[in-house]
C-alpha cells in the first residue's frame, strides 16, 4: 500500500529572509494607539507620525551645535524586527548636514535604538511575524 504521511508542526515553518512580498491584507507594523484605526492606510500614517516624534523626544539636542543655520531633509531606514525591537538600519544624511552636525549618526542610532518595541508586521496568510523596513524623513531645521 503506497501513502504519505502529513505530519507537521506549524512551528516548523521557516520563512527565507530576503525580500518579502507583500499582499494588501498583510499588516504593517503598529503601535497600540493606532492599531485601533481600520484604515490602514490611516493607521500607517498615525503609526509613522508618533514614531517619529517619538525618535524626536529621544534626540539628545545638548549634543547638537551649528554654526549656520540649516533647513534640511535626511532620510532614515528603520528596521522593525519580528519581535518588535526598533533599530537603525541606514541613513541617507548629505554632507551639509554632516558638516554641521558631525556626530549625526550617533545622535540618530541613540534615539531609534532606545525606541520602545512595537507591534512588527505580520504576514496574514501563514500567521507569522516577520521583520519589516521602511523610510522616513527627518527634517532638520535649525536658525
Do not use: H
Not at 490602514?40 to 508618533?50: G, L, V, Y
Not at 534640511?72 to 558638516?99: F, M
Not at 521583520?131 to 532638520?140: D, H, W
Request: with cysteine.
Amino acid at each position: 500500500m503506497l501513502g504519505c504521511k502529513n505530519d507537521y508542526n506549524q512551528k516548523q515553518i521557516v520563512i527565507p529572509s530576503g525580500i518579502t512580498v507583500w499582499n494588501k491584507n498583510d499588516e504593517l507594523p503598529s503601535i497600540t494607539s493606532c492599531d485601533q484605526i481600520e484604515s490602514e492606510s490611516e493607521r500607517n500614517i498615525c503609526f509613522q507620525q508618533k514614531l517619529t516624534k517619538s525618535i524626536f523626544d529621544n534626540i539628545d539636542f545638548s549634543q547638537i551645535v551649528v554654526n549656520n543655520s540649516l533647513n534640511d531633509t535626511l532620510i532614515i531606514s528603520i528596521l522593525i524586527g519580528k519581535d518588535g525591537k526598533i533599530s537603525l538600519y541606514d541613513s541617507q544624511i548629505n554632507l551639509k548636514i554632516r558638516k554641521q552636525i558631525p556626530l549625526i549618526d550617533s545622535i540618530l542610532y541613540n534615539a531609534i535604538n532606545n525606541l520602545p518595541k512595537v507591534l512588527p508586521a505580520i504576514k496574514t496568510n501563514i500567521g507569522v511575524e516577520v521583520n519589516s523596513r521602511f523610510e522616513l524623513p527627518l527634517i532638520i531645521k535649525t536658525n
